[in-house]
């Protein structure tokens, strides 16, 4: 991807664990590499079509000197959510930032901390089927939506279903939604299981009713798999749930283990006439 950068930018700031840091402040240099599409604006001549690298910087002091941090870990931090978020056309970017004065007792001529961060595409199946099954799934996407490390929430048909694992209950409710965030796999996690709190789920019995269940299915082409959180979510080739609405979004997405595409997943699941959906948006077929 191409790249703008930024090099040696000096803010004067009041950052540090030293209660004199916060009262006197020190100079602060800051480097950036932003990551984004430049040939619209290099075809166009064009500053809208392009990233303003002075309204960056601008941006940038305005984040660092309005802020005290106790660390520059945090200040960067901070910072490259700020940008990412007030630049759309940034899809990435490297900070780094220098604090050369910083209090070390010894001879030294920079400490600084540098930090990669961007934008990532994720995809959610949800599912309910106790209560307002609809207006649980519901909750899930405006719970997403409206997280500010979240953007571009797109969510596909509902779609009813008969239970999936043995446990005998009532019909389910399925649909998935694709977003992308600047959140990591395990902050999405707790947002995630933060929505199913508030629905008032209860993890009683596995596989068993749910007033909202939300599911992380991919995470750009991560593989994952620890004890809290496995991605690719295991085991959705044999739901058609999961790959019907998924298929709505994303059907030539492809597995990053297996490399088949949704729709190749839907359709050999179809093929061996396996299957729980009933119909869509309460209507069969």
């Not at 480097?31 to 290099?42: I, M």
């Not at 604090?99 to 199946?125: C, M, N």
């Not at 902050?187 to 709190?197: A, T």
Request: some cysteine; aromatic content about 8%.
């Amino acid at each position: 991807m191409d790249q703008i950068r930024i090099k040696g930018l000096e803010i004067f700031a009041r950052h540090g664990v030293y209660e004199e840091e916060k009262k006197l402040g020190q100079r602060f240099l800051a480097d950036a590499v932003l990551y984004t599409d430049t040939r619209r604006a290099g075809k166009s001549d064009d500053l809208e079509a392009s990233t303003d690298y002075g309204a960056v910087c601008r941006r940038l002091e305005e984040v660092l000197t309005e802020n005290s941090f106790n660390l520059i870990e945090s200040a960067a931090e901070h910072a490259a959510q700020e940008l990412l978020l007030s630049f759309p056309r940034i899809e990435r970017l490297t900070l780094e930032l220098h604090k050369p004065q910083a209090p070390i007792p010894l001879p030294f001529s920079d400490v600084s901390v540098r930090i990669e961060r961007g934008w990532h595409t994720a995809y959610v199946a949800l599912g309910s089927n106790m209560g307002d099954r609809d207006g649980w799934l519901e909750l899930g996407r405006k719970g997403l939506e409206g997280h500010p490390a979240c953007r571009d929430v797109k969510m596909a048909s509902l779609y009813a279903s008969v239970p999936y694992g043995g446990v005998e209950q009532e019909d389910f409710v399925n649909s998935a939604l694709s977003l992308r965030t600047l959140l990591s796999p395990y902050e999405l996690l707790d947002v995630l299981q933060g929505l199913e709190q508030e629905a008032g789920r209860e993890r009683l019995v596995h596989w068993g009713p749910r007033t909202l269940d939300l599911d992380l299915l991919f995470y750009d082409d991560l593989v994952l798999d620890d004890p809290r959180l496995r991605v690719p979510h295991p085991d959705m080739e044999n739901r058609d749930f999961v790959l019907l609405p998924l298929c709505e979004l994303a059907p030539a997405y492809r597995h990053p283990l297996t490399h088949k595409t949704v729709r190749q997943m839907l359709e050999e699941l179809r093929a061996r006439g396996e299957g729980q959906v009933t119909g869509r948006n309460g209507s069969d077929f």
